[in-house]
């Protein structure tokens, strides 16, 4: 009989490749806080629509609780949870869950570093992802988070203790997509139009006045024109001047005066067409309905089932993002306690629903299992 050999072949990635020249370490570091990071941090600052979908998705996330076997382990563990340490004066994992979902929106990626010593567990940060640098390791899945230290980007010391989260990675994009990735021509039109209505309120809203005097016969013998312009100017500044701290002051001048205000004849272009046409595609992008940014569009402002059930799915996305850097603190936990207990993630409810309209959904189903039962139990 033939004996059977078994050969072993080392596991090797086929798409992601090694050095290619003596120089290619040079090209494996990726910076994360590139000019697109700041771009999109300054469309946050400059449309507030913006500011508050990213805040309301966070918000819209809920929070979540810890499951174990164990229900000793289990209350401890989601007493850590609720007591931990995150810096800046902030305790407890939800607030470290807000700003790395907050960071991961806005950047398509996060970072965090769990604070561990031999006595245990003792806090919870999160970094800004903008001050990291990317490096590819040895092998196809190996990542190294860097930072720059003496002038020299560096691998930290501690890579085990590190988070780091993608959004929407991509294969052009393997360090994830941030939210805002297609709106900046939208926002930079968008901008325009806010700051041309500005210009034009400056222009035609400061009302400014034609002060035309018609001197009778013989009083251009005593004065001349130019003399009779500067006193009148005077005189109309003097006035209007004591007008802005809300005294009365008349205004006399001699001959035939004539004051009009000077306005534009030409109309202003309507904004409401094209500013709406733009916050669609925006609000689009995020996945929210319009009047949980305050937009009134419609007559109702309440959330059909199906886009309740659409907001759901990517409210569960963003929690399938963030799962995994969560049971890694959590493990993290356990290893600190001596403790080798399997823990999940348990999410709160998402409750977008109306409330009486789920009790009525409820109540019919009780009522159609009960005509089934009635039905399958008589002969």
Known sequence: MKKQVKQSAAAASQLRY?????????NRFTPMGDGESE??????????????????LVRLTGGFSVSCRNK????????????????RGQYGVHSFLSAYMDSLLTYGRAVGEMVVSQNGFHALCWGDVRDIH????QGPLDVQLCACQDGQVKPLPYQDLLLFTTLNPEPAHPYGVSLFRSMPFLCDVLLKIYHTMGLNWER????????????QNGEMETFSATQRAEEVSRAWSRAMEESKSGSVRDFVAVGDVEIKAITADGTALDSQVPVRQILEQLVAKTGLPPFLLGLSWSNTERMSSQQADLLTSELWALRRAVEPTLQKICNMWLRTQGLSEETAIVWDEITLQDTVEEAH???????????????????
């Open 18 to 26: 090694g050095n290619k020249h003596p120089f290619a370490e040079l």
């Open 39 to 56: 771009l999109y941090r300054a469309m946050r600052e400059a449309i507030p629509i913006l500011d508050a979908a990213v805040q309301k």
């Open 72 to 87: 000793k382990t289990e209350r401890a563990l989601n007493q850590f949870l609720q007591t931990v340490a995150c810096g």
């Open 134 to 137: 990317i490096r590819q390791g």
């Open 204 to 215: 035609a809203g400061n009302v400014r006045y034609s002060v035309i005097c018609k001197p």
């Open 361 to 379: 959904a409820g109540l019919y189903r009780a009522q159609t299992r009960q005509i089934e039962e009635e039905l399958h139990g008589n002969p």
